[in-house]
């Protein structure tokens, strides 16, 4: 992970579907991945910028995306700064998320305040968690699952739950992933890389 450039996880909610909005989104050049959601947010990003100006100045364009109404196509935007990088997957693509099938993916916030060892110890461990974001904001880590038994998510959960550090725990399902390192979905079906990103740097 650089040590001169800002990554940032950005949860986006907006209006309903819009294309407009989604297809800003995936031509972005500072957007590396984004994967719809459900839950409180509409999509969850991950992005890199050069300095804190240009981060502001992207918020900024951001916001000022209007509906046809002329209303604002984006109600909120929450900006985490990834801290850490504590376990991400290795040469993975977007077709690997589409050729998934009967699996469970999952975004999982975690607000652990304190003693981050011992559920980092517990995260590592398992095969089902795929990424470890630790990240600044409301919630400590934001860790990635994918797991084909809904089960082992259950019992993860269940281990989790039992170390006392930990505040808040929110689980948001991926519908779809719109993006994943630059590669988007063509008109066959298949990936697509829509640009070379020279720094090549993700986090997810």
Not at 33 to 52: C, E, P, Q, T, V
Not at 168 to 185: A, D
Request: glycine fraction near 6%; charge should be neutral; avoid cysteine.
């Amino acid at each position: 992970m650089s040590d001169t450039i800002i990554h940032a996880l950005v949860l986006i909610q907006n209006w309903g579907e819009g294309d407009d909005i989604i297809s800003t989104l995936k031509s972005d050049k500072h957007i590396v991945s984004i994967f719809h959601i459900m839950g409180r947010y509409s999509f969850l990003i991950d992005a890199n910028f050069d300095n804190k100006d240009q981060l502001s100045a992207w918020i900024g364009r951001m916001k000022s995306i209007k509906l046809r109404s002329g209303m604002p196509a984006i109600i909120s935007m929450q900006t985490q700064r990834i801290i850490n990088v504590y376990k991400q997957k290795e040469a993975y693509s977007l077709a690997d998320y589409l050729s998934m099938n009967q699996r469970y993916h999952f975004f999982v916030k975690i607000d652990n305040p304190h003693h981050d060892e011992a559920l980092l110890k517990l995260l590592s461990k398992s095969p089902i968690v795929s990424s470890i974001l630790h990240v600044q904001g409301e919630n400590s880590f934001t860790i990635e699952v994918i797991v084909g038994d809904y089960d082992e998510y259950r019992r993860l959960l269940s281990e989790m739950k039992q170390l006392k550090t930990i505040h808040h725990i929110e689980t948001q399902e991926v519908i779809s992933v719109l993006k994943y390192r630059n590669q988007v979905v063509g008109e066959g079906g298949g990936p697509v890389t829509q640009y070379a990103d020279i720094r090549e740097l993700y986090t997810l």
